[in-house]
Each structure stands twice: as structure tokens, then as C-alpha cells.
């Protein structure tokens, strides 16, 4: 099975910035599409970003874009967010996915079709 592994989360003042990282191991390939979601209390899970294996079609969420920006690196198995100009309503517990199979097309903006999740690693943003 493959293990998805988060970090970089913390404690931040609006209009400040993060970077999360995601570790893969285990049985994740190079082909898989990644996604970033978040789910804050009380609200449903939500996608927030994904990018395809090669790196050449990404996808975000309205309420991010232009502020976060995704990006991989094969070669470390690694994922990552960064994220810029910080709101309060940016505050949720941020999860690693992986999405097996989708080569084609728009990513997946829908949790139920991701394979694999980490953690969680939590995000809290001060007014």
C-alpha cells in the first residue's frame, strides 16, 4: 500500500506563507496524479489543487488560485504547496492524495476518486 507523509504545516499570520511537502514511499508511481485537499471543522473536504505526473496540467480551487501553487519533483517522490498571502479562512487540516489511473484530461477535483491519503498535516491562519 502505498504511505503519503505531510509536513510544513504550522501556525501563521494573514498574509504570511507556507510550504507543505508531501513524502511518498511504498507503492506510489511516478504516473500518479497528486492532489492537495483541506477540510476545516464542521465543513466537508475539499479539493484545493492537483497536478499530473509530468507536470504539465495542474488544477486549483477559486478560492486558492493565483495564491497557491503546486509542484512535484519525481525524483524525491515528493509534492508540494506553497502557499502565499494567507487567510484566516485558509485554516483546515491539509491532506496528501493520490490519484491512480486518470492520465487524461482535466484532474480530478472530487475526493472520492483518489486512491491514497495521508495524515494530515494542519494549517491555522491568525486574523
Known amino acids: 500500500q502505498a504511505q503519503l507523509v505531510e509536513s510544513g504545516g504550522g501556525l501563521v499570520q494573514a498574509g504570511g506563507s507556507l510550504r507543505l511537502s508531501c513524502a511518498a514511499s511504498?507503492?506510489?508511481?511516478?504516473?500518479?496524479?497528486m492532489g492537495w485537499f483541506r477540510q476545516a471543522p464542521g465543513k466537508e473536504r475539499e479539493f484545493v489543487a492537483a497536478?499530473?505526473?509530468?507536470?504539465?496540467?495542474?488544477g486549483y480551487a477559486d478560492s486558492v488560485k493565483g495564491r497557491f501553487t503546486i509542484s512535484r519533483d519525481n525524483s524525491k517522490k515528493s509534492v508540494y504547496l506553497q502557499m502565499n498571502s494567507l487567510k484566516p479562512e485558509d485554516t483546515a487540516v491539509y491532506y496528501c492524495?493520490?490519484?491512480?489511473?486518470?492520465?487524461?484530461?482535466?484532474?480530478?477535483?472530487?475526493?472520492?476518486?483518489?486512491?491514497?491519503w495521508g495524515q494530515g498535516t494542519q494549517v491555522t491562519v491568525s486574523s
Open positions: 511504498g507503492r506510489t508511481i511516478s504516473t500518479d496524479t
Open positions: 497536478i499530473r505526473w509530468n507536470g504539465s496540467n495542474t
Open positions: 492524495a493520490a490519484d491512480r489511473g486518470n492520465f487524461f484530461g482535466s484532474v480530478h477535483r472530487t475526493s472520492a476518486d483518489y486512491d491514497y
